[in-house]
């Protein structure tokens, strides 16, 4: 079994971190709202859910900037000219066909920008909630603006997810060099 | 007893600091995103590392003025009460806006 080195950050900026950041959100949708709408939580929950937030946020900026700054110069690397094999340029792969190229003009176009909404949000939400703590509840208006920036995160980062699993399926990252995975199979 | 029938202990600003400068910090990216489209001067200008093109000046230009924003408003509202409802409400038209302006098919309507 191998990888590449593209391959590995490909899979450590998707699979790792946004798809945690994906999972870890319905759940902190569902705590923000359980929490600041009942009495009934204790402060080692309150604390729980603070480090739950903010683990959130450092997913979020942990994949945006992998996928920016370490992903996406591979997926918009120009061939040289008279490149007739265009697979280890994957923007210049979708763009060469019709059915294919929306997913760089549509989809990659769409993700890039909208993905950073998703760690503006979440840092936001983190922050007022642990700034306000309990007292969250007491705030109708602040609770219901750090639930929907809640949502909207979670949205941001589905697009994103999304568009990069449907990405990466016709044309993935590829190259670097060769890790190998030693599995030894048993007969 | 719902949590929501005490007073509150604090003053709203600073939530809605942060609040509105998240609305603000993510509809400059969007505009950013937009303007790096349509104008080659702004698109070159963009280019902070080359490597990422212009989405490194969008998104670092962008994150400067969320956080510049931020600490703003943070400075001006942290022990007031400010109008939660209008702030959250342009806040919210502010990220709803960054939805539509990033989707490329709305963006290369303008």
């Known amino acids: 079994m191998e990888i590449t080195a593209r ?3 490909t899979l450590i900026h998707g699979m790792g971190f946004g798809a945690l950041y994906l999972l870890a959100c319905s759940g902190a949708l569902v705590e923000l709202y359980r929490f600041t709408t009942s009495s009934e939580f204790t402060v080692g929950q309150e604390r729980f859910l603070r480090f739950y937030l903010i ?12 996928g920016a700054y370490v992903v996406y110069p591979w997926y918009r690397a120009a061939p040289p000219p008279g490149t007739a094999d265009l ?19 549509l989809g990659m176009e769409w993700k890039e920008h909208v993905a950073w909404l998703a760690p503006i949000s979440i840092t936001m939400v983190a922050f007022v909630f642990i700034k306000y703590g309990r007292d969250l509840g007491n705030h109708r208006q602040l609770r219901s603006a750090v639930l929907c920036f809640a949502a909207a995160s979670f949205v941001s980062a589905g697009i994103a997810g999304f568009f990069g ?10 190259g670097g060099h060769t890790i190998q995975l030693n599995w030894r199979e048993e007969k | 007893m719902s949590a929501s029938s005490n007073r509150p202990a604090l003053a709203n600003g600073s939530g809605a600091a942060a609040v509105l400068a998240a609305g603000i910090g993510a509809f400059a990216l969007a505009v950013l995103a937009c303007a790096g489209d349509k104008l080659a ?3 070159s200008s963009l280019i902070f590392y080359e490597p990422t093109g212009p989405l490194s000046g969008v998104t ?11 600490v703003i408003l943070e400075g001006r509202w942290r022990n007031k009460t400010v109008p939660a409802g209008r702030i959250n409400g342009a806040a919210l038209i502010l990220l709803g806006l960054s939805f539509l302006l990033t989707f490329p098919p709305i963006a290369d309507l303008l």
């Open chain 1, 7 to 9: 391959g590995l950050w």
């Open chain 1, 55 to 66: 683990t959130m946020v450092v997913l979020a900026w942990a994949s945006v900037l992998i």
């Open chain 1, 87 to 105: 697979s280890m340029f994957p923007q210049r792969l979708l763009i060469s066909s019709p059915t294919t190229i929306a997913w760089h003009s």
């Open chain 1, 165 to 174: 699993a449907m990405i990466t399926r016709d044309a993935p990252v590829r």
């Open chain 2, 41 to 43: 001067h702004v698109r």
């Open chain 2, 60 to 70: 670092t230009a962008a994150i400067l003025i969320w956080l510049l924003t931020w």
